[in-house]
């Protein structure tokens, strides 16, 4: 495919994991060292494309344009930080698994959908949602490279050796060259005491994918800065959260020149656009920090949830449904529904059993 920038899906089968927390993080610094990046927001819960200081939430987005309805230059917006832009999710995007389902063809593939770009952009962050459905598969499918975040917690090292045998799986199938850009280890809690033995094992499994930088855990940063809809990097520019992620960028701009060839066919390392330097970026974060500040960003909660603003229903207890209003024709859709879905998981299953 000619003229596409390189592609990295942020991607791990396990929710929770911080694959959104890395994507806007990451994308910001790669922005603050000079890089012209998109992020792509394929999670219908829509965490990443709040977290970039918008007040409101487009109206078109990824939905539109993997469904043919707009195209990439429609549905890109640019965010207050220099260099990043973003493809928003929409609430249209929770019953897009569902279409696909209905009408096959309708699916776009994203690397289809950026032809052309690599000009605009110098890379695309596709932040992936948990589940196998379509907007991961078509995430994995366009994607030069996945970048795993990883926790050292039991149950997260089950998702991890889940999400490698789908990249895997992918990766003998519909993608043979995309690779392995390096798991990052993150929400790394020193107290919790298998943390280290956790360690050793996705170490042992996985060698040298894994980063030797982490991501330590750091409630108070990141759930503030989500509160006002901002990267980490933005809300606290010196934090140790900050340092962990502009160091990962450092990591990526080192991998640039083998994405760059993976992406081109290339043999030889083609020519990169200048970047700028370490304290350069650190400047960078620290001017978006004070010009959040100057905008009274951070006077403002973001993603915080207020009582009443959203009628909450009853729950259904004993009684019947038509007693909380529901009323024949809701239950007739909601029946019809169930059966797309049924049919949604016999097209999918099978798919993903193909890989
Ligand atoms: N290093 C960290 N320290 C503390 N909290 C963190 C850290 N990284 C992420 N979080 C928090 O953990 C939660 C999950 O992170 P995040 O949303 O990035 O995970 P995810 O893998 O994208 O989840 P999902 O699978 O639901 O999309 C969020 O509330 C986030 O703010
Ligand atoms: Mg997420």
């Known amino acids: 495919m000619a003229n596409v920038p390189p592609i990295v899906a942020v991607f791990n089968a396990k929710g929770g994991v911080g694959k959104t927390t890395t994507v806007t993080n990451l994308a910001t610094c790669l922005a603050a060292f000079g890089r012209k990046v998109l992020v792509i927001d394929m999670d219908a819960q829509g965490n990443a494309s709040t977290s970039f200081a918008m007040s409101t939430l487009p109206r078109i987005g990824t939905y539109d344009l993997v469904t043919g309805k707009s195209t990439l230059a429609e549905v890109v917006i640019p965010t207050l930080f220099a260099g990043l832009s973003i493809v928003a999710a929409t609430d249209d995007l929770g019953i897009i698994d569902v279409e696909v389902a209905i009408s096959a063809n309708k699916q776009g593939v994203l690397r289809n959908l950026l ?179 100057e905008r009274g960003l951070f006077a403002k909660r973001m993603n915080v949830p207020e009582i009443g603003v959203e009628p909450t229903p009853a729950l259904f207890g004993e009684d019947e449904p038509e007693a909380h209003g529901c009323s024949s024709r809701q239950l007739t859709i909601a029946a019809g529904l169930g059966a797309v879905i049924g049919a949604t998981a016999a097209i999918v299953v099978p798919l993903l059993a193909a890989l």
């Open 115 to 293: 032809a052309d770009t690599a000009g605009t952009y110098d890379l695309v962050l596709v932040d992936c949602p948990p589940a196998m459905g379509a907007m991961t598969v078509n995430a994995l499918v366009s994607a030069h490279a996945v970048l795993v975040p990883a926790n050292p917690t039991p149950f997260a090292h089950d998702g991890l050796m889940r999400t490698w045998r789908v990249v895997k799986r992918l990766h003998a199938s519909l993608n043979p060259a995309l690779f392995v850009l390096g798991v990052l280890i993150t929400l790394a809690e020193d107290e919790h005491e298998d943390r280290w033995e956790i360690d050793r094992v996705i170490h042992a499994e996985l060698g040298k994918l894994v980063y030797d930088i982490q991501v330590a855990h750091d409630t108070p940063t990141y759930v503030n800065a989500a509160s006002h809809g901002l990267p980490a990097v933005v809300y606290a520019p010196t934090s140790p959260s900050a340092r962990e992620h502009l160091d990962l960028a450092e990591r990526l701009l080192a991998a640039e020149p083998r994405l760059k060839r993976v992406v081109e066919g290339l043999v030889a390392d083609p020519p990169l656009p200048p970047r700028r330097s370490r304290a350069e970026a650190e400047n960078q974060l620290a001017a978006w920090h004070a010009d959040v500040r």
